[in-house]
């Protein structure tokens, strides 16, 4: 293959020859003699049966049930029917004797048939006239040629996609090989597998000598790839050396030398590259023992081939054990072919490997619940005797309730799931909710190694959700800001690789870490805010009542504020919204102690309400309303040295405005710590409201100017 080929062209041109190829078949297959009858030679010694009479074809006059024993063209060809006639695969026959004679018939029947007329002899002597047809219709080209056409077709197919998507792998190479012996073995058959009557000599017998080297070449082609995939076992003169002796093996029997029939010449390679194929399997697999990913790819070989093995045993073999036909046209095995071949071709490219350990186990025990229930009804059918839908029943019925069981038992017990969840959970909640970073991250890794065991853990890049890469050698584990993101390699001790089921807890441990961390970022931002709240509420208005109670001049007026103090301090710890006052209840209340403030250092107040009636206004509002007129006159009464101050309210546009102003020395430009909290307290009061605020220096004085909306609901 041209270095430049790229794996599109590659595919490409491989599907457009299997198909061109596939066309021909077809049209070879279509012309040939034709009668329109289905024959059957069961249960005769001599002559043919019409099993079905194409309604418009050649034979309409004769009947399902007639036996054909003589076939003559009028002149001077005659030839006796028999049943060996029609055999679907004639290379069974012991000796080439045998099979030279089947296909001496054969162009003795395909002669009379090319003829324009020929007449069959009934069993009861009639001779009825037959004018038989050039073309075969392409609607009368039975099931199993079209099956064999396409196992030919998507083997090819598969072979070139996976050598074009691994064309350095020696095993991808091979299987490409494989392909191309799939289509030989599989195209010829199709034709002569799916005859009418006859085939013509020679050419019956180059499509029954290209079939075998096909088959042969397939078989040889699964035994190099374990003997070079995925490690080589053989040097390469050793592979050149079998490849050689099996094609010799064909020539000799193609000639019909050294051998005295089709079961030694063509059977015995057959079957020997065939069951050493899974030896070698087996031995790849001991030699991948440290390395899960190869040994992953080794089992779909080894499931692929029981999978096949046990179909053509339910098949054709049970059957013939109690004297029944097959439960599919001859034709139709060759589809099982495909099963091996794609297990091999998605072993090589990997594809889902790390579900494999299940799918094996799962498709395994299917199986063996299928072949237990064939064994049981053929039991309860010959040995019982009991009639068929009876045996049926009970078969189903003993697989029910003993097998299936038993399959669950072992697969738990065999493909354990991660089990203490609960426990894994609970430790995951103690990772999220510690709070030195080294420690959190110290008690992930050892979490992480607990449950899959990992022949190493690193730190990695960030990722946005648990990965697994490298067909199942890794699993990437995201940080997502709480832990340091991590790369686990080789689950369980280098033993398997990481599954679809890690990959779910994975899933679910990263859920429930960043669920706990957030609610504990959630809970610590709570908690400062809380704080927060309390030291703005105890500043703005515990110190307001405590600094006018301290500059007081009546004693039971200042014991009344101490004890206002006190009330607030456990409003404000217990009821952070305070008392559910109206608008206008808390303003005159603080009307009045705001005047008894000022009034204390001789200060003068001008006090204006206005604007909309003054409803719908929330406790939170009012609340910061308050500790915001208090803060400010606490600054006031402490910093500005004023003589009068203006509080402005008004409700409008469902906005509530607030300007405070005094005549003092206004904010120092550079203000200390102390004389910036008040403000910094009133600022955030405002935007914990959705407000904005605004303080200027007037020159003389300073005015505060807010505006908080009246929508916005209670805060809990």
């Not at 020679?202 to 075998?212: A, R």
């Not at 899974?278 to 001991?286: D, F, K, N, S, W």
């Not at 190493?456 to 584990?477: F, N, Q, V, Y």
Request: aromatic share 8%; charged share 20%.
């Amino acid at each position: 293959m041209n270095r430049k080929s790229t794996p599109f062209l590659i595919v490409a041109a491989t599907t457009l020859i299997a198909i061109l190829l596939a066309g021909w078949m077809a049209f070879i297959a279509v012309h040939q003699p034709w009668l329109g009858l289905e024959l059957d030679g069961e249960d005769l010694e001599n002559g043919l049966r019409i099993v079905a009479v194409s309604p418009d074809g050649p034979s309409s006059q004769f009947m399902p049930g007639d036996v054909l024993v003589r076939l003559d063209n009028g002149n001077d060809r005659t030839i006796d029917l028999e049943p060996f006639d029609i055999v679907e695969e004639a290379d069974g026959v012991a000796t080439y004797t045998a099979l030279a004679r089947f296909f001496g018939r054969q162009d003795i029947l395909y002669r009379i048939l090319s003829g324009n007329r020929v007449f069959f002899t009934k069993e009861d002597g009639t001779r009825m006239a037959v004018d038989v047809a050039s073309t075969r219709p392409v609607s009368d080209l039975p099931l199993g040629f079209w099956v064999q056409i396409s196992v030919g077709l998507v083997g090819s197919i598969i072979g070139a996609c996976v050598w074009a998507l691994r064309p350095q792998m020696p095993g991808a190479r091979t299987l490409g090989v494989s392909g191309v012996a799939l289509l030989a073995s599989t195209y010829p058959s199709a034709i002569y597998l799916n005859r009418e009557l006859a085939l013509g000599d020679p050419f019956f017998y180059i499509l029954n000598t290209i079939n075998p080297l096909g088959s042969l070449a397939f078989a040889v082609s699964l035994l190099v790839m374990f003997l070079v995939y995925p490690r080589r076992l053989l040097p390469p003169t050793i592979l050149a050396l079998i490849i050689a002796g099996f094609g010799i093996w064909w020539l000799l029997d193609a000639l019909r030398i050294g051998f005295t029939g089709p079961g030694l010449g063509r059977y015995l390679p057959l079957g020997v590259a065939a069951l050493s194929a899974p030896v070698m399997a087996g031995i790849q697999y001991r030699a991948a023992r440290n390395e899960p990913h190869l040994q992953a790819a080794l089992v779909w070989f080894g499931l692929s081939l029981i999978l096949s093995t046990v179909i053509f045993i339910l098949l054709y073999v049970t059957p013939s054990l109690i004297g029944e036909p097959s439960f599919a046209p001859q034709g139709v095995s060759y589809a099982l072919a495909i099963l091996v071949y794609a297990g091999i071709a998605l072993g090589i490219v990997r594809y889902r490997l790390f579900d494999l350990d299940r799918w094996a186990f799962r498709i395994l025990f299917y199986l063996g619940g299928a072949v237990a229930f064939a064994a049981i009804d053929v039991f309860l059918v010959s040995v019982i005797a009991l009639d068929t839908l009876p045996a049926f029943s009970v078969a189903l019925l003993i697989v029910a309730l003993i097998y299936l069981p038993s399959r669950d038992f072992l697969m738990r017990r065999l493909m354990p799931t991660p089990g203490g969840r609960e426990a894994i959970f609970q430790k995951v909640v103690g990772i999220a909710l510690t709070s030195d970073g080294t420690q959190r991250n110290s008690d992930w890794i050892e979490l992480l190694r607990t449950i899959y065991d990992p022949l190493s853990i690193d730190r990695t890049s960030e990722c946005s959700a648990p990965k697994i890469c490298d067909d199942g050698l890794i699993l990437l584990m995201p940080g997502h800001g709480y832990v340091a993101p991590l790369k686990l390699s080789l689950a369980q001790g280098g033993r398997k690789l990481f599954s679809s089921v890690d990959l779910s807890l994975a899933d679910e441990l990263c859920a429930m870490l960043v669920y706990t961390s957030q609610s504990r970022d959630a809970f610590e931002q709570g908690t400062a805010q809380e704080r927060d709240r309390i030291s703005r509420d105890t500043h703005d208005n515990i110190g307001a009542k405590l600094l006018s109670a301290l500059h007081g001049k009546e004693p039971e007026r200042k014991n009344a504020m101490i004890r206002e103090a006190l009330s607030e301090l456990r409003d404000i710890i217990n009821n952070p919204s305070g008392a559910n006052q109206s608008l206008e209840e808390s303003l005159a209340e603080l009307r009045l102690e705001t005047v008894e403030r000022l009034s204390a250092y001789g200060l003068s107040l001008n006090w204006k309400v206005t604007g909309d009636p003054l409803s719908g206004v929330s406790q939170d509002i009012i609340h910061a309303l308050r500790s915001i007129i208090r803060e400010c006159i606490s600054n006031t009464l402490r910093h500005a040295e004023a003589l009068a101050v203006s509080i402005s309210i008004v409700l409008r546009d469902r906005h509530l405005h607030l300007i405070i102003a005094d005549d003092g020395r206004g904010i120092p430009e550079n203000p200390t710590p102390h004389e910036g909290l008040g403000l910094d307290s009133i600022r955030a009061r405002v935007d914990t409201l959705g407000g904005s605020l605004e303080t200027i220096n007037v020159n003389p004085g300073f005015r505060l100017t807010a505006a908080i909306p009246v929508a916005r609901r209670s805060t809990p």
